[in-house]
């Protein structure tokens, strides 16, 4: 049973562009969404997060945006760069504390075209 | 670097043994979560510990056990090991509960193969 799906394996995209990365969730208990992003040989590594309490959230390059209503939430990077070529996991959690129990996505391997 | 350290970064065994993979906090953090990852799958949570005490399970196998010791640091001890076992494992900590912190903070993993 996989709570929070990402459906797209694989992603390229030209740089400058916009990349925009999905993610759907099926438990209506959870409640903070996180990104992360991960290099390999590297533990995945924090990028941005959401509460349920907001529909959008930005940090620089990255926004993130979540539909309740549709249990979806996506990230925006903006401008795309190189660098950002990494696997991105969608997690979730519905802890009272939004930073245990994640249940992470099966992730998106972003690849940024020079 | 998180500030979470584990070792050994590569692992390989044969089956029905056991080894012990070994996981250090960052300073001042009392969880530590451990995860598994197998091939194109995502992060399975497996345990979490805070301060000593366990937390909270996830799919956890019952010949898998963890501990956190006073110091704080944790060990994954997996025995009669398969072949579906081989994966990536991380550990992973976060702050003191309440105490703001967005999120966990991942080691870099060690690799496990069972031969």
């Known amino acids: 049973d996989q709570q929070v799906k990402q459906n797209s394996p694989s992603l390229r995209v030209q740089e400058g562009r916009i990349s925009i990365l999905n993610c759907d969730y099926t438990?209506?208990?959870?409640?903070?969404f996180l990104w992360y992003k991960k290099y390999p040989a590297e533990g995945p590594t924090f990028l941005i997060s959401?509460?349920?309490?907001?529909d959008k959230n930005e940090d620089g390059r990255f926004t993130v945006f979540l539909n309740k209503s549709a249990k979806h939430l996506s990230l925006h990077i903006v401008p795309s760069q190189p660098g950002d070529s990494a696997v991105y996991f969608c997690?979730?959690?519905?802890?009272?504390?939004?930073?245990?129990?994640?249940?992470f996505g099966t992730g998106t391997r972003l690849t940024i075209i020079p | 670097d998180s500030g979470v350290t584990q070792t050994p970064k590569h692992l390989i065994t044969a089956t029905g043994q056991r080894v012990t993979l070994r996981c250090s906090p960052r300073?001042?953090?009392?969880?530590v979560y451990w995860y598994q990852q197998s091939l194109d799958q995502g992060l399975q949570f497996l345990i979490q510990?805070?301060?000593?005490?366990?937390?909270a399970k996830g799919n956890i196998l019952e010949r898998f056990s963890a501990q956190q010791f006073p110091d704080l640091h944790s060990e994954l001890n997996l025995s009669s090991l398969e072949l579906g076992d081989s994966a990536l494992y991380f550990c992973?900590?976060?702050?003191?509960?309440?105490?703001?912190?967005?999120?966990?903070?991942f080691g870099p993993g060690t690799r496990l193969l069972v031969l």
């Open positions: 992973a900590s976060s702050p003191p509960l309440g105490e703001g912190g967005e999120t966990q903070y």
């Open positions: 438990n209506s208990m959870f409640d903070y």
């Open positions: 959401i509460s349920s309490i907001k």
């Open positions: 997690a979730a959690s519905d802890s009272n504390f939004g930073n245990e129990k994640l249940t």
């Open positions: 300073s001042g953090d009392l969880s």
């Open positions: 510990y805070y301060n000593g005490e366990e937390r």
